[in-house]
């Protein structure tokens, strides 16, 4: 079985401080893992995601994740905070060598402040 | 990038009516597509996956002959509410995956009311 966890329901920063979004992972093999951001009454959008390869991965709109293993984590960070960041941020994972499923977790509401 | 396409948007229906909505890959090929079902403030609840040619998978708990799913192209699939009641009400996304790039692309959702 695969599960995700985001343990913040909000996360609230200030703009222009760094940010991060928590997500941890458990599945039997090796993870697929992503980030999606959705703003209000629309779908998904793409952030970034891991595959293989280097663990620090560089996404969309500045946003950048760290794949630690040994901590079964996938935070999701951005350096600088900017007003138009505030949205509900989705981590989902997939076993590399199970089905295709992608497993959500509950999703992180980010608000930046002004 | 990857796109999907969902229609409609928004749409509202009565009591006892049939919905359906389309979700289109545009510039990929996606034999597998999955629907979901979001309820306010909360994730997204996987219902089925649909793979192109064969009868959609249904998770634990969702009706088969209520949520009708059909996968005719590598392009389409579409999901079919069946007489809608008001507790189907929500926002139904769809989404694709690209078996050439490992992405998983998602539809911009449809707001179902039903009144």
């Known amino acids: 079985a695969q599960s995700v966890a985001q343990p913040e329901d909000q996360v609230n920063v200030a703009e222009g401080n760094p940010l991060t979004v928590k997500c941890t992972y458990s599945?039997?093999?090796?993870?697929?893992l992503f980030w999606y951001v959705q703003y209000p009454n629309r779908g998904l959008q793409f952030l970034l995601k891991y595959i293989t390869g280097d663990n620090l991965v560089k996404g969309s709109y500045g946003f950048e994740a760290e794949f630690n293993k040994s901590q079964t984590s996938f935070h999701l960070k951005k350096p600088s905070a900017l007003v138009s960041d505030s949205a509900l941020y989705f981590c989902a994972v997939r076993d590399i060598k199970g089905n295709e499923k992608l497993t959500f977790g509950t999703g992180t509401r980010l608000t930046i402040i002004p | 990038g990857a796109v999907v396409s969902q229609h409609p948007s928004r749409v509202i229906c009565k009591s006892g009516t049939s919905v359906k909505i389309e979700c289109r890959s545009l510039?990929?090929?996606?034999?597998?597509m999955f629907w979901y079902r979001q309820f306010p403030k909360k994730s997204l609840m996987l219902m089925a996956t649909s793979n192109e040619g064969s009868k959609a998978t249904y998770e634990q708990g969702v009706e088969k002959d209520k949520f009708l799913i059909n996968h005719a192209s590598l392009t389409l699939s579409t999901l079919t509410v069946t007489s809608a009641h008001p507790e189907d009400s929500s926002f139904y996304i769809c989404?694709?995956?690209?078996?050439?790039?490992?992405?998983?692309?998602f539809g911009s959702g449809t707001r179902l009311t039903v009144v």
């Open positions: 989404s694709a995956r690209d078996l050439m790039a490992e992405d998983y692309t």
């Open positions: 599945v039997s093999g090796n993870p697929y």
């Open positions: 510039d990929f090929q996606a034999t597998t």
